[in-house]
């Protein structure tokens, strides 16, 4: 990391007896000059939005289901926690064949469902290949959200839902009032980790889409993966690393303190 601070003030030559000029902020003012670095950023924080909110509303209904006791829990427990444990890259080469021309999801819209003409390119335009990386996001994480919730659940007092329903309370308002209060360090803390997640996205990126049409699908790592690894400029590519981690830094800050606790204490 701090190689990293320092490689990215300097026009940083890979072969050793070269030598790599002091740059300065230049590398900083090009990245925030560069077209293609907003539309990455715009891209990253697309996906963030696109897959975050799904992963907690889902992962947080499934645990609801899944939290009343029965014979069949642990099995559909394993179940969605199963694309968890998956390799990225095996799920992400099994996205893009899904996506593809002629791949499942157009002769499921098409042929099947008559939904769409069947002949989306979905991978081959800026905003449907967004669309497939965030579906694929989003059953990956649903399950790992299910199982923070699923351990929060275990803490919430009965005693005061069993109060809450003597008093009339019902199923919606005993989760507003008792259940969603008691598992509030587990929503903040799934928040957190799911936007950094969000901003580490890469693998699914560079497997379905490769950054293409023309970089329109490129995120913050990928944008840099390119700049560092395939047009060497590891100097420029180590300036974008850092804007992303003080921005994943800031983020996180302001996420603690929205979720603080009524004490005024920051969750943890």
Known sequence: MVRA???????WKIVGSATSEFLGLDNYARALGDEQFWLASGNTVFYIVATVIPQIVLGLLVALLLHKRSPVQPLYRVLYYLPVVTSWVVVSLLFRFLFADQGLIN????????ITNGDTSWLADRWTGLVAICALGIWKGVGWSMMIFLAALQGVPQSLLEAATMDGANRWQRFRAVTLPAIRAA??????MLVIGGFNVFIS????????PAGRTDVLLTYMYRQAFEFLDLGYGSAVSVLLTLAIFVLSV????????RSGEVLS
């Open 205 to 212: 990126v560079y497997l379905m889409t490769g950054g293409g």
């Open 187 to 192: 929503l903040g803390f799934v928040t957190v």
């Open 254 to 261: 302001i996420q603690l303190r929205v979720f603080r606790d």
């Open 107 to 114: 002769f499921t819209l098409g042929d099947l469902l008559h």
């Open 5 to 11: 601070f320092q490689m990215s003030f300097f026009d």
